[in-house]
């Protein structure tokens, strides 16, 4: 059975930063491409940036600059740091692990808020 348990969500202030952790009990972890993926209310999920199994990156282009992914194929672990956070962040964030369409597991989401 694969988990992906997401934590470090919260209500920040404008400007503000959180770090984004996703525990993965998946076998193989460094064979997963993993993603964070958010959704705001009404709208539609959107990757937000994503971590190849050879480190390899990718960020849309509204937080270039601003998050950052990061992944300990030791602690099977995947990061988002966060920074400079708008308002326009505000969203679900859900850890994602893709291996092939057939396997590919989502966490639950946890909620991140910017607002004064």
């Given amino acids: 059975q694969v988990q ?7 209500l920040v202030q404008p400007g503000g930063s959180l770090r984004l952790s996703c525990a993965a009990s998946v ?6 491409a993993m993603g964070w993926y958010r959704q705001a209310q009404g709208k539609q999920r959107e990757l937000v940036a994503r971590i ?3 480190g390899s990156t990718f960020y849309r282009d509204s937080v270039k600059g601003r998050f950052t992914i990061s992944r300990d194929n030791a ?3 995947l990061w988002l740091q966060m920074n400079s956070l708008k308002p326009e962040d505000t969203a679900v964030y859900y850890c994602n692990a893709y291996y092939s369409s057939s396997s590919e597991y ?11």
């Fill in 75 to 77: 602690k099977n672990t």
């Fill in 52 to 54: 190849n199994s050879g």
């Fill in 27 to 32: 076998s193989a972890f460094r064979a997963y």
């Fill in 4 to 10: 992906l348990v997401e934590s470090g969500g919260g």
């Fill in 106 to 116: 989502w966490g639950q989401g946890t909620q991140v808020t910017v607002s004064a």
